[in-house]
T-cell receptor
Framework: KAGVTQTPRYLIKTRGQQVTLSCSPI?????VSWYQQTPGQGLQFLFE???????NKGNFPGRFSGRQFSNSRSEMNVSTLELGDSALYLC?????????????????FGQGTRLTVV | AQTVTQSQPEMSVQEAETVTLSCTYD???????LFWYKQPPSRQMILVIR??????QNATENRFSVNFQKAAKSFSLKISDSQLGDTAMYFC?????????????????FGQGTILTVHP
């Protein structure tokens, strides 16, 4: 069973540009969540999607957005990049649905996309 | 809002010895879930062990066990017979239970992490 796939693995962008990161969850998983990891702020929750609907959103500016497609693949977009957006972006998938106990599932993480803004 | 605190930025241990990583959290909820994740240099986040708050029995997974003290809001990880492959960053994480209409879907709140180095 293939794991969570994030593409690209590495990315270098210039300030002011925008970027799109992709996450393909494990087959059958309908929930995808995104996290930003930086040395200073640690791991912070960005948002979570389930069946193409955003169910939860972290405390990030509107420059950060995401979406989920009917095949559960998800993308996150960051517009007008700032130096502080340099981070490792992690995606996790699980099969949790409404009312499901998270103990019946596990959040499987991808290897992340390392974004560097210069 | 929930918070998770790991007070040990770095720890080291000799191979085959036992080490305990500390974690405390703050929440007003009665039911929730706690996790320990491991992130080796490959950056792959791997679930080590999990605990349901409504269970009094401490979770164990082979060489890994937890000491869950609900009243004290403490959730420490004990690694027995440490191996070189245990070298990694370890994160403690909290999750609220899913509930219809709630805002806790899929959200893990992480601590700052503890870098564990196992020496030969």
């Amino acid at each position: 069973k293939a794991g969570v796939t994030q593409t690209p693995r590495y990315l270098i962008k210039t300030r002011g540009q925008q970027v799109t990161l992709s996450c393909s969850p494990i087959s059958g998983h309908r929930s995808v969540s995104w996290y930003q990891q930086t040395p200073g702020q640690g791991l912070q929750f960005l948002f979570e999607y389930f069946s193409e609907t955003q169910r939860n959103k972290g405390n990030f500016p509107g420059r950060f957005s995401g979406r989920q497609f009917s095949n559960s693949r998800s993308e996150m977009n960051v517009s007008t990049l700032e130096l502080g957006d340099s981070a490792l972006y992690l995606c996790a998938s699980s099969s949790t649905g409404p009312g499901a106990l998270p103990m019946n599932t596990e959040a499987f993480f991808g290897q992340g996309t390392r974004l560097t803004v210069v | 809002a929930q918070t998770v605190t790991q007070s040990q930025p770095e720890m080291s241990v000799q191979e085959a010895e036992t080490v305990t990583l500390s974690c405390t959290y703050d929440t007003s909820e009665n039911n929730y879930y706690l996790f320990w994740y491991k992130q080796p240099p490959s950056r792959q986040m791997i679930l080590v062990i999990r605990q349901e708050a409504y269970k009094q029995q401490n979770a164990t997974e082979n060489r890994f066990s937890v000491n869950f003290q609900k009243a004290a809001k403490s959730f420490s990880l004990k690694i027995s017979d440490s191996q070189l492959g245990d070298t990694a960053m370890y994160f403690c994480a909290f999750m609220s239970p899913l509930n219809a209409g709630g805002t806790s879907y899929g959200k893990l709140t992480f601590g700052q992490g503890t870098i564990l180095t196992v020496h030969p």
